[in-house]
């Protein structure tokens, strides 16, 4: 029998995992993570928050460059980190790149009622993209609205099409607490799943959706853009899909050190590199995606070590 989850019992989460691969990764130092880079996983470390925020503001302005008329590109980016998005606007606009013929997808929106919520929602993820970077570069400069993809409940189809049509370069996300990329959460603990969860293999063959979001996220979303206020944090979202993230060619996972914690940021990688495909772990699937980097600030590691404050 598996572990019952110690923080959300109707729920698979990381801390289902055997308690000595938990332990094996929270003992990792920065030479130990640095170590496990193999062929098809690669591990950066940057020095300093400047060098980590435009090193990722980099992949937008190389998708975009890259994408024509007749060879359509585009990244599929996040909201955590967004530290990069203005600086995107900023390098378009001062080195007047011209980007009309790049193509974006945002990764996910909240939905409440069936319905992905509109831009005046004050969390929503478009309205984020749109304020933080596309608003900001220059009309002359920007591709038009249409090469902007944003997941909806109702438009599911169309958007997950879109990855056949166009060629998505880099699927850029952050990592949540419960290790996931997108809202790519681990399942509930029901149904058919109640002693076991989905086996990898499973889980990969899932493509844009509306779910429920686990309760680690909910609180994380809470804690990283509502002060705390978990109630107005909506229980679902529609999100990318691992269908589509094992259409783009390099999934690029970026690490500031403050959305998930010192352990999770281990975690993963270490299952990544050891072939540990686990959907509790759901960021440790993409151990079976060709190309895929994690990109740290090192500042930022911190251990897993007892500190009491």
């Known amino acids: 029998m598996r572990n019952e989850s110690k923080v959300a019992k109707g729920w698979w989460d990381y801390t289902c995992l055997d308690k000595e691969l938990l332990d094996e990764a929270a003992r990792l130092d920065a030479d130990d993570i640095l170590a496990l880079q193999r062929p098809g996983f690669t591990i950066k470390f940057y020095e300093t928050r400047d060098e980590f925020f435009l090193a990722e503001a980099l992949e937008y302005i190389k998708a975009f460059t890259a994408s024509t008329s007749t060879g359509p590109a585009g990244i599929c980016g996040p909201i955590g980190p967004t530290e990069q998005l203005p600086l995107v606007a900023r390098i378009i606009n001062d080195l ?44 002359k400069l920007r591709m038009p609205d249409e090469h902007l993809h944003f997941p909806t409940a109702d438009g599911i189809e169309e958007f997950s099409r879109s990855f056949d049509s166009i060629r998505c370069m880099y699927m850029q996300g952050g990592q949540g607490e419960t290790k996931h990329w997108a809202f790519n959460d681990p399942p509930e603990r029901t149904g058919e799943y109640v002693d076991e969860p989905p086996a990898p293999e499973e889980y990969r063959k899932l493509k844009t959706r509306v779910l429920e979001i686990h309760p680690m996220t909910m609180i994380q979303n809470a804690r990283t853009s509502g002060g705390g206020v978990v109630t107005n944090v909506p229980s679902h979202a529609v999100t990318v899909g691992p269908q589509e993230t094992w259409k783009s060619e390099k999934v690029s996972i970026w690490h500031p050190g403050w959305h998930d914690n010192p352990f999770g940021i281990r975690l993963s990688a270490y299952m990544i590199s050891k072939g540990i495909a686990d959907t509790c772990v759901p960021m440790s699937l993409l151990a079976d995606h060709p190309d895929v980097t994690f990109h740290y600030l090192l500042p930022n590691i911190g251990t897993c070590s007892v500190e009491m404050h």
Do not use: C, Q, T
Request: aromatic share 14%; no cysteine.
């Open 96 to 139: 007047e790149i011209d980007v009309r013929e790049g193509h974006f997808w945002g990764m996910d929106e909240w939905v409440i009622d069936g319905k992905d919520v509109d831009e005046s929602y004050p969390l929503s993820f478009k309205r984020a993209d749109m304020e933080l970077l596309f608003n900001r570069i220059d009309k």
